[in-house]
C-alpha cells in the first residue's frame, strides 16, 4: 500500500531564511507527486506537481520541489520564506495515469515564520 | 472563476442529530471526493465519485453517506454524529483524466456538542 512520511511535524523559521520541508513516499512505482498548502480554516490549495520528465518542478509562490527516485523523496524547497508562507504544506501521492483515483496524503508539516 | 464551494463552512449539531454537508462546482469535473480532516491530521478519504459510480473506501463509517445528483453537486450526510465525528470535511473534485489534480473547497467545520 502506498504511504507518505512527512517526518517534520513543525519547522520555524526566520523571515528570508530558505527552507526545505521534507517528504518521502512508499509506492510500488513512480507515482504522481504533489504539494498542498492549507491556511487556517481553509481548503488545500496545489502548490506544484510531478508527474514526468525534469525532476525539478517549480511551482506557485516561489515555491520548487526535487523529486528523487534513489530516495523516494519528493523535498519542498522555497530560497526565502516570507510571513505569508506560514501555513500547513501536505505532500501526497497518487497512482499515475488513473485520475478516478484518490490522493493519499502527509499528515503534514506546520511552518511558522518569525519575524 | 470555476471553483468548488462548501456550505455552509461552520455547522454545529448535537450529538445524534443527522447533519448534511454540501459541495457543489463549476470546473464539470467527472470526479468528487469527500475528505474527513481532524485537527493536525492528514486529510482522509471517505469515499469518491466518478461519474455516478460511487467507490466506499473500506474503513468509512456507515454512518457516513453520500450522494451525487449530478455532476455539479455532492452531499456528504452524517446519520448520526458523535463527538468523533468532530472534524474539517473537504470536498475535493478533480478532472479523471489521468492527471489526478485536485481542487479543493474551502472546507465544512463541523462541531458536535
Known amino acids: 500500500a502506498q504511504s507518505v512520511t512527512q517526518p517534520d511535524i513543525h519547522i520555524t523559521v526566520s523571515e528570508g531564511a530558505s527552507l526545505e520541508l521534507r517528504c518521502n513516499y512508499s509506492y510500488g512505482a513512480t507515482p504522481y507527486l504533489f504539494w498542498y498548502v492549507q491556511s487556517p480554516g481553509q481548503g488545500l490549495q496545489l502548490l506544484l506537481k510531478y508527474f514526468s520528465g525534469d525532476t525539478l518542478v517549480q511551482g506557485i509562490k516561489g515555491f520548487e520541489a526535487e523529486f528523487k527516485r534513489s530516495q523516494s523523496s519528493f523535498n519542498l524547497r522555497k530560497p526565502s520564506v516570507h510571513w505569508s508562507d506560514a501555513a500547513e504544506y501536505f505532500c501526497a501521492v497518487g497512482p499515475p495515469d488513473t485520475g478516478r483515483r484518490a490522493l493519499t496524503f502527509g499528515s503534514g508539516t506546520r511552518l511558522q515564520v518569525q519575524p | 472563476d470555476a471553483m468548488v464551494i462548501q456550505n455552509p463552512r461552520y455547522q454545529v449539531t448535537q450529538f445524534g442529530k443527522p447533519v448534511t454537508l454540501s459541495c457543489s462546482q463549476t470546473?464539470?469535473?467527472?470526479?468528487m471526493y469527500w475528505y474527513q480532516q481532524k485537527s493536525s491530521q492528514a486529510p482522509k478519504l471517505l469515499f469518491h465519485?466518478?461519474?455516478?459510480?460511487?467507490?466506499n473506501e473500506a474503513d468509512t463509517p456507515d454512518n457516513f453517506q453520500s450522494r451525487r445528483p449530478n455532476t455539479s453537486f455532492c452531499f456528504l450526510d452524517i446519520r448520526s454524529p458523535g463527538l468523533g465525528d468532530a472534524a474539517m470535511y473537504l470536498c475535493?473534485?478533480?478532472?479523471?483524466?489521468?492527471?489526478?489534480?485536485?481542487?479543493f473547497g474551502a472546507g465544512s467545520r463541523l462541531t458536535v456538542l
Open positions: 465519485y466518478y461519474d455516478k459510480d460511487f467507490n
Open positions: 475535493a473534485t478533480s478532472a479523471g483524466d489521468g492527471a489526478n489534480v485536485l481542487t
Open positions: 470546473l464539470n469535473h467527472n470526479v
